[in-house]
């Protein structure tokens, strides 16, 4: 009986040893397999890596502001630590009030402090424009490098790693609008002359429907070209009714795109922060200013070149139920 203590230590070392074996089994095995799913994902295209020098590979920021300048400055800070990100163009249609020294200075100061983190650079410059005008935000730019721009106005932040996945969304349509704020026409029936009445549709009845026609410009990415053909090749009329309205820019984008593609935008599953408190949208009649804007930019085309659209993209690797 004296070496039954010894034998029951023995075989508790060697259970003790092969637990911790079978531990630092399962470890090794959980390790392989996350290294695989990461090998996994680059070959199907879920990350992309940014080349130095390849701008096809990173998209323009293209800021829209309005005597915001602390949005202006928080906008710029959190897009300049985006990868992908090439450059910032802020629009900035106050000429009687251009940027003052120390709001420039702090917008240099946030770019810098995050190129210094990337492998590249990121620009940054303030377009000038001499008029209070919507349709300035779609002004061609000058020394454009990259093929998107993603158009947000100064009061909305997207996550970088959100943002990221919605330019890997338009790296496979190069010709749709991506984005993030979903809007819908409705028909709501026919005037006396036998004429289609559409009604402007806001995120509640998209949510309800699950149905959508547009994404607004405030939070979209789309091809440069676009910026030449609405302000150079869109029926002027169109610009001249978002200056007298001071209202529908993005309607009107919306109507070009797909009066082009004979297609619907593609709406991005994503959580975006609106840090503003007030705009256009705010205003009473909001509603029915922008179902005056559908109809009048219809009878300018001549027919309703909206497509409507059941399709959300979505990050799989975040959604666990299929």
């Known amino acids: 009986m004296r070496g039954a203590p010894h034998r029951w230590r023995y075989r508790h070392v060697l259970w003790l040893i092969g637990g911790r074996i079978h531990f630092m089994m399962g470890i090794c095995a959980l390790l392989a397999f996350i290294l695989l799913l990461c090998h996994t994902s680059s070959l199907m295209g879920w990350h992309r890596h940014t080349k130095k020098g390849n701008n096809h590979e990173r ?17 710029v800070q959190h897009y300049s630590q985006c990868p992908n990100v090439h450059s910032i163009r802020v629009v900035w249609s106050e000429s009687r009030e251009p940027p003052s020294p ?36 779609f002004q061609p730019l000058d020394n454009l490098a990259t093929r998107a721009i993603f158009s947000v106005d100064d009061d909305v932040l997207v ?49 309800w429907t699950g149905t959508y026609s547009m994404v607004l410009s405030k939070c979209a990415i789309f091809h440069k070209k676009y910026l030449d053909l609405y302000t150079n090749h869109m029926p002027a009329k169109i610009r001249d009714y978002v200056t007298r309205k001071r209202n529908c820019e993005d309607i009107a984008m919306s109507f070009l795109v797909a009066n082009l593609t004979k297609a619907p935008p593609i709406w991005v599953k994503g959580k975006i922060f609106e840090i503003g408190s007030s705009g256009i949208s705010s205003l009473s009649g909001h509603s029915e200013h922008r179902s005056s804007c559908l109809n009048a930019f219809v009878d300018m085309y001549g027919h309703m070149p909206l497509v409507s659209s059941n399709f959300k993209a979505m990050d799989a690797r975040s959604t666990w139920i299929w």
């Open 159 to 207: 996550p970088c790693n959100t943002l990221g996945f919605a330019f890997t969304v338009w790296l496979s349509a190069h010709d749709s609008m991506v984005g993030f704020v979903p809007r819908m026409h409705w028909l709501h029936g026919k005037e006396s002359f036998n004429q289609p009445v559409y009604t402007y549709g806001g995120w509640w009845s998209v949510w």
């Open 59 to 75: 998209f323009t920021v293209l800021v829209n502001t309005w005597r915001r300048p602390d949005l202006l400055k928080k906008s």
């Open 102 to 137: 120390l709001l420039f200075t702090a917008l240099q100061a946030s770019v810098k402090k995050a190129s210094k983190k990337l492998s590249y650079p990121i620009k940054l410059k303030i377009d000038m424009h001499q008029e209070d005008n919507l349709n300035t935000r």
